[in-house]
């Protein structure tokens, strides 16, 4: 497959209406607006099997998701799971009783984990139903949403030498 024809996906996760855990998601928006078409961006609530489905046949995977590590809310993570696993309690906020990191396992397993597969985690203060995103969680959506950005373009750059 040509580096061209290379699927490039950016995943925003969580749930909308549980303050913090919106982070993912509105990332996903910020992110939408910045890149190029290329690039596909999508939010996902997190289920399992049809994350899976989405990441199939990526060449590179960037998913942006809350998570609970204990570090003060609005910091941001920056994790190669090609490398390394994710760190199981610290992506404990799914409703679905799998969360990102069972999901990462579950791909790597079937052999379906993408080449190049990051994840960028925004530590959530809140995740109250119905609760508004905190600031500091706005601030690291801005954050990652640029962290992103630069790394794709670094990536995209790094394509197109290596082509030359």
Do not use: W
Not at 28 to 39: E, H, K, N, Q, Y
Not at 54 to 64: D, K, Q
Not at 121 to 145: C, K, L, N, Q
């Amino acid at each position: 497959m040509a580096a061209s024809d290379a699927r490039t996906i950016v995943i925003g996760i969580g749930n909308p209406d549980r303050g913090d855990d919106a982070a993912g998601r509105l990332a996903a928006r910020r992110l939408a607006a910045m890149l190029p078409p290329a690039v596909e961006v999508s939010e996902h609530d997190g289920e399992v099997t049809s994350l899976l489905a989405a990441i199939e046949n990526a060449a590179a995977v960037y998913l942006i998701d809350a998570c609970d590590s204990r570090a003060r809310p609005g910091t941001v993570h920056r994790f190669d799971v090609t490398t390394g696993s994710l760190p199981h309690e610290t992506f404990s906020l799914s409703s679905h009783g799998l969360g990102l990191a069972e999901a990462i396992e579950l791909a790597r397993a079937l052999g379906q984990l993408p080449p190049r597969c990051i994840v960028y985690a925004i530590e959530a203060g809140s995740v109250e139903p119905g609760g508004a995103v905190s600031p500091a969680v706005v601030a690291a959506i801005e954050e990652t949403s640029e962290r992103v950005r630069r790394e794709l373009l670094a990536a995209a750059s790094k394509e197109g030498q290596s082509d030359a």
